[in-house]
């Protein structure tokens, strides 16, 4: 049996969440101690994957800088109230939005609710599911080297949008932890999610246009 085909055997599947689930509990562990070395490792291991989900969140580069550096701060701080129970990157992403809204209140003396939460048409369930697997645009970019157009393109989004896909496509993180992060509802996610999907698809096909040229 090839290494492939044993990564979908049940038991090497079962033998890999419970890695990943003893690796969450010795974090959370570790954080109730303030665990100084622990910490560090955390930096090393997240800050790309912080620094870029700040960037498009913020679509501002010294608040996300800024933002950035009091999430760890409040890793530390508050490392007592992680229990291991999710993926450590869904509360760390947790954090980091919830520090966005708190900023950008207190700068606009105003809620931020319509942003992040808000109950438009676009947040009305969606009447079709996407099968599990289902190749998405964003697959037949992975390994294109004109990055920056698609990272422009993420940008024409609106926020709430822009944070499903960013969420999904490069973080990876599971509907049912990216619901836990944003506080939508599942339908809401999955809403915005393929709407997303359709907003982008343009630009993206303008990309693989221009690659196709270039090659």
Do not use: C
């Not at 090497?12 to 070395?37: F, H, M, P, T, Y």
């Not at 900023?103 to 105003?110: N, Q």
């Amino acid at each position: 049996m090839s290494a492939l085909s044993s990564f979908f055997v049940p038991g090497a599947v079962a033998a890999a969440v419970e890695q990943v689930r003893q690796e969450n509990l010795a974090i959370s562990a570790g954080l109730k101690r303030q665990d100084a070395g622990l910490l560090d490792e955390l930096i090393v291991r997240y800050q790309h994957r912080l620094m870029r989900y700040l960037l498009y969140l913020s679509g501002n580069r010294e608040q996300a800088e800024d933002l950035f550096q009091e999430v760890w701060m409040r890793v530390l701080v508050r490392g007592a109230q992680y229990n291991g129970q999710a993926r450590f990157e869904t509360w760390l992403f947790t954090i980091a939005r919830n520090l966005l809204i708190d900023l950008r209140r207190k700068r606009t003396m105003s809620s931020l609710d319509e942003l992040f939460e808000g109950k438009s048409e676009d947040d009305r369930p969606m009447a079709f599911e996407v099968a599990d697997g289902e190749p998405t645009p964003f697959d037949h970019f992975a390994n294109m080297e004109d990055r920056e157009r698609i990272s422009a393109a993420l940008l024409e989004l609106d926020t709430l949008h822009r944070e499903v896909l960013v969420l999904r496509f490069h973080e990876e993180l599971s509907l049912e932890e990216i619901a836990k992060v944003t506080r939508a509802p599942l339908s809401t996610v999955k809403s915005r999610l393929y709407r997303g999907m359709a907003m982008i698809k343009p630009n993206l096909e303008r990309t693989q246009a221009h690659f196709q040229e270039a090659v």
